[in-house]
């Protein structure tokens, strides 16, 4: 991650201005469109009968299933990128509601192992009829080629806001 220079390291260079604009909008699009995607998952979840979670809290089921084996909340931090806090309260919310369960780690009496319940996975088909049809409406009218462009693009602003970047 890249951090701010110290106070004292003298005067900045003049901003490019159209530059800065285009850095602005592109930051603030990015932002609606993650409000957007949010309410429209949410909106499909409903609809297929799924409205006791979240669209992050899915993210879990959907690494774990992913992953096809049980993580630690370490690794499913490690792997959505949100904090370790947060991800403790998504297993706890998505295990009262049946979603998950946890069991101790063999290798590691300290870790507990989160894996998907039968309800999950009866659940996965239409987990899966969700995001494809959030895929399909976000993506509409793109080519293989734009979404390797835009991929490559968001995969970027990520590894420059990565902590380990």
Do not use: Y
Request: charged share 30%; hydrophobic share 45%.
């Amino acid at each position: 991650m890249r951090h701010f220079p110290p106070a004292d390291a003298g005067p900045e260079p003049p901003p490019d201005i159209p530059l800065r604009r285009c850095q602005v909008r592109a930051m603030l699009d990015l932002g609606r469109i993650h409000a957007v995607i949010s309410r429209r998952a949410k909106a499909l979840f409903e609809a297929q009968g799924l409205a006791d979670i979240t669209p992050a809290q899915a993210n879990v089921l959907m690494v774990l299933f992913g992953e096809k084996r049980p993580l630690t909340a370490r690794a499913l931090h490690r792997r959505l990128g949100v904090s370790e806090v947060t991800v403790s309260r998504f297993v706890v919310t998505l295990e009262k509601r049946g979603w998950v369960q946890r069991r101790r780690d063999p290798n590691d009496a300290r870790a507990m192992l989160v894996e998907p319940t039968g309800r999950a996975r009866e659940a996965l088909p239409r987990f899966i009829r969700v995001t494809n049809a959030l895929l399909d409406e976000t993506f509409a009218g793109f080519d293989r080629g734009e979404l390797e462009v835009l991929a490559g693009a968001v995969g970027r602003i990520t590894a420059n806001l990565s902590d380990e970047g």
